[in-house]
């Protein structure tokens, strides 16, 4: 997904209305995570539904309505009544005045990160232990081998469930001498074991994994 079809399909305030299919909820969050305007549009609106619940806790159920349609669905569409209207201009003006520049501003200062550096290839590897600040994240300082057409790396939770899947040009690989940065967002992230699978993918489409290290994560704040 390009940035002008998340803006036209409105990707990321369906994003938030969890109406993307699974196909193009991936394609977003691989998006957003290069992209400065779409991550901050997703940390905005995010911020726009804390100050909304804050505001009016409690939205009633139309009657007869078939299937439940949730808090988020509510108040990310058209269609209030004027007390509830007049309460969002409220908080619309609040997030002008002060949220939204200050995440503008966080968007594009520069920020230095402590990198772990992890060699992929090296099977058998003890546990990469990391320590981070949650609001921070932290960096993976990885050596690939220079043998594939891309990359792709997976990010597993405690329990084995997938938490992301990004990839990565073999062309861009080569480039930086072997070596790519991976930033990891410590936001959705508790302390604990994750495991990163690295798969590098041939020219005929033939995957290989690489790399699965396990990774001690602990976040402060």
Known sequence: MDHQ???TTKAAERYLLDELTPELRDAFEEHAFDCPEC???LRTGAAFIHVAKAELPTVSESPGSGARKSFLSKWLRPGFVVPAFAALLLVIAYQ???TIPNLRSA???PHVLPATALHAGTRGAETTSIQADRRQGFVLAIQLPETYSSYEFTLYDPEGK???TKSVSGTGVRAADGTVSLFISGQALENGL???SITGIADGGVRTEI?????NIQLSN
């Not at 790399?211 to 990774?215: D, G, Q, S």
């Open 211 to 215: 790399e699965r290290r396990v990774l």
């Open 96 to 98: 002008n005045v002060s």
């Open 39 to 41: 991550s901050l549009n």
């Open 162 to 164: 997938k938490e992301w």
């Open 5 to 7: 079809e998340a803006m």
């Open 194 to 196: 994750y495991s990163l």
């Open 107 to 109: 968007a594009v200062e």
